[in-house]
Every structure is written in C-alpha cells, then in structure tokens.
C-alpha cells in the first residue's frame, strides 16, 4: 500500500500570499496517477488538480500542481479568501486502489 | 450535467448493517466510468471503501473487503453500498462519486455527491 504523507498539517497564512502544500508518497506514484481536492467545512470534496498539474474544469489559474515520483506539490499563488480550506492529495494505485493523504488545512493567519 | 445525490438510514444499530444507495442523474452508470464510495469520519480525512463498473467488476479497499458489497443496478441508474457489522467507528459521512472524468480516463473524482451522515448508535 502506497502512504501518502501531507505536510505542514497547518498552514497559517493570509490572504495575497503564496501557498504551498507538499505530498510525499511511500513509492514512487506516476503523474498520471496524482490528484488534488479541497474541501471546505460541510461541503464535498472539490477536484482540482488531476495528473499532478493538469487544473480540473473551471479551477482558477492561481491552482498549479507540480512534481514527481514520491514528491508532489500544490501551489496557490495568491490566496483569496474562498481558498482556505482544507486540501486533500490522492493517488491510484494497487490494492487498495485509492489512497489518500490526510490533508492540509489552510487557515487565515 | 452529471449529478450523484446518496440516500439511506442516518441511524444504524451497532453491529447491523449500513444500506446506502447513489442515484445517477444526467448521465449513464454505463459509461466509461468506474463509481466509487468514499467515508469522512467527523473531523478526520477521507477513506476510499471501495468501487464498481457497470459490468459488476469491483475493488475493495482491504481494510473494509471482509464487511464491504458494492453492487449496481443498471435500470435504476445506481449503486449501492452495504457494509456489515458495523460499529460506532463506522460513524462518518459516506460520499459516492464518479472517477476518471468525462471521457473514463482521469484517474481522479471529478464528481462527487452532497454525502450522507449516518451514526452508528443503538
């Protein structure tokens, strides 16, 4: 089973200032395999990033995933205040198929 | 658009079994799509239980295979999940949802129910 290790659990910033969350996995996860979601208080998970940088349909461009292998990130370049919220990544793979990492929470410092 | 609105019992007995239902609504469980269940505990993550194609193929996550059947019904346009004996840790929102996108091809949820609270309590 591939774990997928979020980090900072917290992170304080505010709004106008760069974001960035980090997904570590356990083994080496192809790109294709690699998602975002945020989720805010009582709602459903939103898709945002899928491929590990391609932007689901009608994400702002302020979203921007990158990386590879076992290191993912998810980038807001300036936060506005519908973006705090908590952040999930997700990776397919093998028995169990879906995994998710336990999430970032991005809170207005 | 495609919508996936869950239904079932907020309230189930411990050590019974959990019954929810997802509805499909404009758009196929036919399509090129595999259609998953997922749980929140309150307060905590997101856990993947499992998944079904509309030829009846499914994936369980191992942790829950042994109490987990995830079924479809191609006439009614949905699908269900059951698991068994549960406990209060069963407690959590269940969501449905959809993956791999519009074309079946996205490893990813595109779609996602509201979710549905159910408590496990006697």
């Known amino acids: 089973e591939i774990v997928l290790t979020q980090s900072p659990g917290t992170l304080s910033l505010s709004p106008g200032e760069r974001a960035t969350l980090s997904c570590r996995a356990s083994?080496?996860?192809?790109?294709?395999?690699l998602a975002w979601y945020q989720q805010k208080p009582g709602q459903a998970p939103r898709l945002l990033i899928y491929?590990?940088?391609s932007r689901a349909t009608g994400i702002p461009d302020r979203f921007s995933g990158s990386g590879s292998g076992t290191d993912f990130t998810l980038t807001i370049s300036r936060l506005e205040p519908e973006d705090f919220a908590v952040y999930y990544c997700?990776?397919?793979?093998?028995?169990?198929?879906?995994?998710f990492g336990q999430g970032t929470k991005v809170e207005i410092k | 658009q495609v919508q996936l609105q869950e239904s079932g019992p907020g309230l189930v007995k411990p050590s019974g079994t959990l019954s929810l239902t997802c509805a499909v609504s404009?758009?196929?469980?036919?399509?090129?799509?595999?259609w998953s269940w997922v749980r929140q505990p309150p307060g905590k993550g997101l856990e993947w239980i499992g998944e079904?194609?509309?030829?009846?193929?499914?994936n369980y996550n191992p942790s829950l295979k042994s109490r987990v059947t995830i079924s479809v019904d191609k006439s009614k346009n949905q699908f269900s999940l059951k698991l068994s004996s549960v406990t209060a840790a069963d407690t959590a929102v269940y969501y449905c949802?959809?993956?791999?996108?519009?074309?079946?091809?996205?490893?990813?949820?595109?779609?996602w129910g509201q979710g549905t609270m159910v408590t496990v309590s006697s």
């Open positions: 079904i194609y509309h030829s009846g193929s499914t």
């Open positions: 404009g758009g196929s469980i036919s399509s090129s799509n595999w």
């Open positions: 949802a959809r993956d791999g996108g519009i074309t079946g091809t996205t490893y990813a949820f595109d779609i």
């Open positions: 491929g590990a940088s």
């Open positions: 083994q080496s996860v192809s790109s294709s395999y």
């Open positions: 997700q990776q397919y793979g093998s028995s169990p198929q879906w995994t």
